[in-house]
Nanobody, 115 residues
Framework: QVQLLESGGGLVQPGGSLRLSCAAPGSIFRLNPMGWYRQAPGKQCDLVARITSGGSTNYADSVKGRFTISRDNAKNTVYLQMNSLKPEDTAVYYC?????????WGQGTQVTVSS
């Protein structure tokens, strides 16, 4: 069974930073664009950042200039550096391919931005 493992979430004050990590099987990671998604309570799951195998990136307007997605192809890991965090960034964050594959959703990592 394929598992993507997210880590790095936590509780942070507004204006703070967190770095999320996601380890993926090489068979998935090497060939696919990867994305970070988030789901706040009562809301749909949205793509917030995407990176191709070649390193091209795209961001949701709500996180542009604050979040940075990157990937380490040697470690089969994708990262999300989140700076200047806001309370509205509070959500469970997931990684998956982009487009996503239902069978590959992990358990996510909770990010809570609160004073």
């Amino acid at each position: 069974q394929v598992q993507l493992l997210e880590s790095g979430g936590g509780l942070v004050q507004p204006g703070g930073s967190l770095r999320l990590s996601c380890a993926a099987p090489g068979s998935i990671f090497r060939l696919n664009p990867m994305g970070w998604y988030r789901q706040a309570p009562g809301k749909q799951c949205d793509l917030v950042a995407r990176i191709t195998s070649g390193g091209s990136t795209n961001y949701a307007d709500s996180v542009k200039g604050r979040f940075t997605i990157s990937r380490d192809n040697a470690k089969n890991t994708v990262y999300l550096q989140m700076n200047s965090l806001k309370p509205e960034d509070t959500a469970v964050y997931y990684c998956n391919t982009s487009p996503s594959v239902n069978a590959w959703w992990g358990q996510g990592t909770q990010v809570t931005v609160s004073s």
